[in-house]
Nanobody
Framework: QVQLVESGGGLVQAGGSLRLSCAAS????????MGWFRQAPGKEREFVAG????????YYADSVKGRFTISRDNAKKTVYLQMNSLKPEDTAVYYC????????????????????WGQGTQVTVSS
């Protein structure tokens, strides 16, 4: 029922910035913990950032702390990932995901807890 559509990916030079957006369909966006994951060629999908239902709490992978910011606008049914100081190792397909079963943000990194996934958007950081 819930559909997630990502946008904002592209090619950027190292040190630059991008903002990814994930727009959700339906009426129940605010009932989901939202997360961003990424997958580089030949590697497993990894957690990037997560945000609570109200947007009051966030959690980040160590690799992106201080550089990336996750936020959400429940009125617009959209979650964002602001990416600053981008590095070539950030190059990956970025996926938006939603979970209705996470009630402790300490487990936000577990992809098995996410029911809804976007199609992914490519982010390429050149040196």
């Amino acid at each position: 029922q819930v559909q997630l559509v990502e946008s904002g990916g592209g090619l950027v030079q190292a040190g630059g910035s991008l903002r990814l957006s994930c727009a959700a369909s339906g009426r129940t966006f605010s009932t989901y913990v939202m997360g961003w994951f990424r997958q580089a060629p030949g590697k497993e999908r990894e957690f990037v950032a997560g945000i609570s239902r109200s947007g009051s709490s966030t959690y980040y992978a160590d690799s992106v702390k201080g550089r990336f910011t996750i936020s959400r606008d429940n009125a617009k049914k959209t979650v964002y990932l602001q990416m600053n100081s981008l590095k070539p190792e950030d190059t990956a397909v970025y996926y938006c995901a939603g979970s209705g079963s996470i009630f402790n943000l300490n487990v936000v990194q577990s992809p098995r807890l996410y029911t809804y996934w976007g199609q992914g958007t490519q982010v390429t950081v050149s040196s």
